[in-house]
Nanobody
């Protein structure tokens, strides 16, 4: 059974940093493109960043230069380093494959205060 477990969120002031982690159990993790998604209150879930099994990375424009996605295939973990956080980054953050395939995890809440 596939399980995605996100962690690392919290409350931080604008300009601060957080590092999110997502452990993917029960999957052929190394062959999947993985993504970090986020959903702000009242908004649709959106893709924030992705990384292929070869390490090719994409970030949406709103987080370029501030967020960095990475992965460890041995640990079946994908990370999101978030720097220079802004209040508009406040959301629940999730990981999943790209395109999405597995059941969503519980996500991790990121709250950025101004």
């Amino acid at each position: 059974q596939v399980q995605l477990v996100e962690s690392g969120g919290g409350l931080v002031q604008a300009g601060g940093s957080l590092r999110l982690s997502c452990v993917a159990s029960g999957t052929f993790f190394s062959i999947n493109t993985m993504g970090w998604y986020r959903q702000a209150p009242g908004k649709k879930r959106e893709l924030v960043a992705s990384i292929t099994n070869a390490g090719i990375i994409n970030h949406v424009d709103s987080v370029k230069g501030r967020f960095t996605i990475s992965r460890d295939n041995v640990k079946k973990t994908v990370y999101l380093q978030m720097n220079s956080l802004k209040p508009e980054d406040t959301a629940v953050y999730y990981c999943n494959t790209l395109p999405t395939y597995y059941p969503w995890g519980q996500g991790t809440q990121v709250t950025v205060s101004s």
